[in-house]
């Protein structure tokens, strides 16, 4: 039996990774499809799969609700509760399915597709040559908001994860390319990253999901969970101000980027107890958005979901200090 381990584990990557080739393939496929068609049709078949995948794919629903009311409670009916999840299921499609399009839009400038709110916040930055961060969830249209800055000349990076099937990525990241965004690596050197903001970049972070690695204890929606400690850490080596930014979707099919004012973060000059405060107040930021905008959210990732080896190293280093 032990000379079979190995033969099945390496079967069972060989079929995740044609598991992977095949839905990159038709990923792939789709969005080349989508791009040929106007953006108005695209938005309208994006909802019919949304109905479909609402009511024919049961984890929406089930993961999409159980998450709902673990962070709302009682506090909303019913009704309100599924009101929220069928347009952040919609919302999710649409994203999808505008995706292709960003490449054109950035080169008309968005024009008539989407519009400001708060660059007064960072108009003195441009003067100054000063570095920011723009904090985020994938909330709205997330994909739009750096090609959009960056289409008007504004020096915005994003962080992004790539994709496991290189094909897939590399479609994703020319698709981004194409649309002006300059793109890095989430596993990039934090150096790399610390000398563009020194050097007058906006760096753009979605921090809305449960890390694997790189995480702290918060509170989201009163509940503990795991977040990144991206945010804290760069502010840390930085000092660069901290701005909560979301790109909503208006009922007219427009969309509206928001750049909130700068986040008063905590420097005592104790790391570790600034990297937890600092996670948390960026956390709250990102609460705050989601709460005024439930229906734009990705409900159907497992942000509470348990880390062990997260838990096992933060009781660790509390244990020795309490030593």
Same mark, same amino acid.
């Given at each position: 039996?032990?000379?079979?381990?190995?033969?099945?584990?390496?079967?069972?990557?060989?079929?995740?990774?044609?598991?992977?080739?095949?839905?990159?393939?038709?990923?792939?496929?789709?969005?080349?499809?989508? !791009? +040929?068609?106007? $953006?108005?049709?695209?938005? %309208?078949?994006?909802?019919?799969? &949304? #109905?479909?995948?609402? @009511? *024919?794919?049961?984890?929406?629903?089930?993961?999409?609700?159980?998450?709902?009311?673990?962070?709302?409670?009682?506090?909303?009916?019913?009704?309100? !509760? +599924?009101?929220? $999840?069928?347009?952040?299921? %919609?919302?999710?499609?649409?994203? &999808? #399915?505008?995706?292709? @399009? *960003?490449?054109?839009?950035?080169?008309?400038?968005?024009?008539?597709?989407?519009?400001?709110?708060?660059?007064?916040?960072?108009?003195?930055?441009? !003067?100054?040559?000063?570095?920011?961060?723009?904090?985020?969830?994938?909330?709205?249209?997330?994909?739009?908001?750096?090609? *959009?800055?960056?289409?008007?000349?504004?020096?915005?990076?994003?962080?992004?994860?790539?994709?496991?099937?290189?094909?897939?990525?590399?479609?994703?990241?020319?698709?981004?390319?194409?649309?002006?965004?300059?793109?890095?690596?989430?596993?990039?050197?934090?150096?790399?990253?610390?000398?563009?903001?020194?050097?007058?970049?906006?760096?753009?972070?979605?921090?809305?999901?449960?890390?694997?690695?790189?995480?702290?204890?918060?509170?989201?929606?009163?509940?503990?969970?795991?977040?990144?400690?991206?945010?804290?850490?760069?502010?840390?080596?930085?000092?660069?101000?901290?701005?909560?930014?979301?790109?909503?979707?208006?009922?007219?099919?427009?969309?509206?980027?928001?750049?909130?004012?700068?986040?008063?973060?905590?420097?005592?000059?104790?790391?570790?107890?600034?990297?937890?405060?600092?996670?948390?107040?960026?956390?709250?930021?990102?609460?705050?958005?989601?709460?005024?905008?439930?229906?734009?959210?990705?409900?159907?990732?497992?942000?509470?979901?348990?880390?062990?080896?997260?838990?096992?190293?933060?009781?660790?280093?509390?244990?020795?200090?309490?030593?």
């Amino acid at each position: 039996m032990a000379q079979n381990l190995p033969l099945k584990f390496s079967m069972g990557k060989k079929t995740k990774k044609i598991k992977q080739k095949v839905i990159s393939y038709i990923a792939i496929s789709l969005l080349n499809f989508i !791009k +040929k068609i106007p $953006l108005p049709l695209s938005r %309208k078949i994006a909802i019919f799969f &949304a #109905f479909l995948s609402y @009511y *024919l794919y049961p984890r929406i629903r089930k993961d999409g609700l159980k998450h709902i009311e673990y962070a709302f409670g009682d506090t909303l009916t019913k009704y309100e !509760k +599924k009101k929220i $999840l069928w347009n952040a299921t %919609k919302n999710m499609f649409l994203v &999808a #399915f505008e995706f292709p @399009y *960003l490449p054109d839009l950035a080169e008309n400038k968005y024009n008539n597709i989407a519009s400001y709110k708060g660059v007064e916040y960072i108009e003195e930055y441009l !003067k100054n040559k000063q570095g920011a961060l723009f904090i985020s969830a994938h909330l709205g249209n997330w994909e739009m908001m750096a090609s *959009l800055m960056c289409s008007d000349g504004y020096p915005v990076a994003e962080i992004v994860r790539e994709f496991d099937e290189p094909d897939l990525n590399k479609f994703i990241d020319d698709i981004r390319t194409k649309a002006k965004i300059k793109t890095i690596p989430k596993d990039r050197s934090a150096n790399e990253i610390v000398n563009l903001i020194k050097e007058g970049w906006f760096v753009g972070l979605l921090i809305d999901q449960s890390p694997r690695d790189n995480g702290a204890p918060v509170e989201f929606f009163g509940k503990p969970c795991w977040a990144t400690i991206g945010p804290a850490y760069l502010y840390a080596r930085t000092k660069a101000p901290v701005h909560p930014v979301c790109m909503l979707r208006n009922n007219d099919g427009t969309l509206l980027l928001e750049i909130l004012p700068p986040l008063t973060m905590v420097n005592s000059g104790n790391l570790q107890e600034d990297i937890l405060k600092n996670t948390q107040i960026c956390q709250s930021a990102i609460e705050d958005i989601i709460r005024k905008y439930p229906e734009q959210w990705l409900w159907f990732h497992r942000r509470w979901k348990e880390r062990d080896k997260l838990k096992a190293y933060w009781e660790k280093r509390t244990q020795k200090k309490q030593n």
